[in-house]
């Protein structure tokens, strides 16, 4: 596609329940990234995906979060029983190398997910 | 750990002014590279302009320019020429080149107004 697309734009679900967050990063883009940004912060760093492995997930706050990345193309991040607390917006990117500089990230317009 | 603050929560300009957005960071290395991204209501985190801590040339792009300090370690975004489109949350990020890292570390931002 033309750009990075994440599904669902937006994620309502009741506390302790499971959800899945699709992104579909650009053709070709070996590098995948997932980031939270909670209300009035800044996106924080999950996990970076090179290929079909993850490279990083220092960022994953606990063992609820889980993401694949089977094929080095769609990835899905993968919250276990929900808490309120995990309510955010999802940003996913992908760059064709891995590097920040010189392949820059290029952002999806995210998953927002209410936890009620 | 690596930090970036924005002072500023909420900037205004009038259109076709110029106005510059302030940033500072906390790192203990001497590799590393700044970006600063434009987040407008679609979500979508949008490169604006970006600079390697070793080269002394502040970077410019159109209308978009930055003054790097890195004794003082402060990077700060100058906008000229502002237009009604420029209206967003700006972010300034961090990258440590050490590590093979590629997290972003991201400001808390500041939201940008444009007054006709």
């Known amino acids: 596609g033309a750009g990075v697309s994440q599904t669902p734009s937006n994620k309502v679900t009741e506390k302790g329940k499971y959800v899945e967050l699709r992104c579909d990063p650009i053709s070709g883009h070996t590098a995948l990234y997932w980031y939270r940004q909670s209300l009035g912060q800044g996106p924080e760093f999950l996990i970076y995906f090179q290929g079909t492995g993850a490279a990083d997930d220092s960022g994953l706050p606990n063992d609820r979060f889980f993401a694949v990345r089977p094929e080095g193309s769609v990835s899905t991040l993968k919250i276990q029983r929900t808490e309120r607390g995990d309510s955010a917006v999802y940003l996913c990117?992908?760059?064709?190398?891995?590097?920040?500089?010189?392949?820059?990230?290029?952002f999806g317009n995210g998953t927002r997910l209410t936890v009620t | 750990a690596q930090t970036v603050t924005q002072s500023q929560p909420e900037m205004s300009v009038q259109e076709a002014e110029t106005v510059t957005l302030s940033c500072t960071y906390d790192t203990s290395e001497s590799d590393y590279y700044l970006f600063w991204y434009k987040q407008p209501p679609s979500r979508q985190m949008i490169l604006v302009i970006r600079q390697e801590a070793y080269k002394q040339q502040n970077a410019t792009e159109n209308r978009f320019s930055v003054n790097f300090q890195k004794a003082a370690k402060s990077f700060s975004l100058k906008i000229s020429d502002s237009q009604l489109g420029d209206a967003a949350m700006y972010f300034c990020?961090?990258?440590?080149?050490?590590?093979?890292?590629?997290?972003?570390?991201f400001g808390k931002g500041t939201k940008l107004t444009v007054n006709p």
């Open positions: 990020a961090y990258r440590n080149l050490l590590g093979g890292s590629e997290k972003l570390v």
């Open positions: 990117a992908s760059s064709l190398e891995g590097s920040s500089y010189n392949s820059p990230l290029h």
